[in-house]
C-alpha cells in the first residue's frame, strides 16, 4: 500500500521559503512521474510542479504561478521528492499534496499547510 506523508509546510512571510518534503512508503519515487499540487480555500487543487520518473530523465516543469520561484527536486536516496519555495506571497497559501502525475492512482495524502502573511 503507497503512503504519501507531506510535510516542512507553516507560516512564512511575504518573500520569505520553505521548503516541503514528500516521503512514500510502498513505492520508489523516482520510478513515477511525481506532482506536487495545492489547494487553497474555496478553490481546486491546482498542479504547481511536476517531475518526471528516473527513467524518463527528471524533466522539471512548474505552472506559471509558481515558476521561477518554486524547485521540485527529488533525493533517490531517501526516496523523497522535495519542492522549495522561494519569494513566498499570499497567492501561495494552501494545503500542499504530492502525487503522482498525470494519472493518479495513489491515495491523497493528509498535505502540509502553508500559510502567507505579510
Known sequence: QVQ???????????????RLSCAAS?????MDDMGWYRQ?????????ATITSITSGDHTDY????????TISRDNTKNI???RM??????DTAVYYCNQYP?????????TQVTVSS
Open 81 to 83: 521528492m522535495y519542492l
Open 26 to 30: 510502498g513505492v520508489i519515487l523516482s
Open 4 to 18: 504519501l506523508v507531506e510535510s516542512g509546510g507553516g507560516s512564512a512571510q511575504t518573500g520569505g521559503s520553505l
Open 63 to 70: 505552472a506559471d504561478s509558481v515558476k521561477g520561484r518554486f
Open 86 to 91: 522561494n519569494s513566498l506571497n499570499s497567492e
Open 40 to 48: 487553497a480555500p474555496g478553490k481546486q487543487r491546482e498542479l504547481v
Open 103 to 111: 494519472t493518479i492512482y495513489w491515495d491523497w495524502g493528509r498535505g
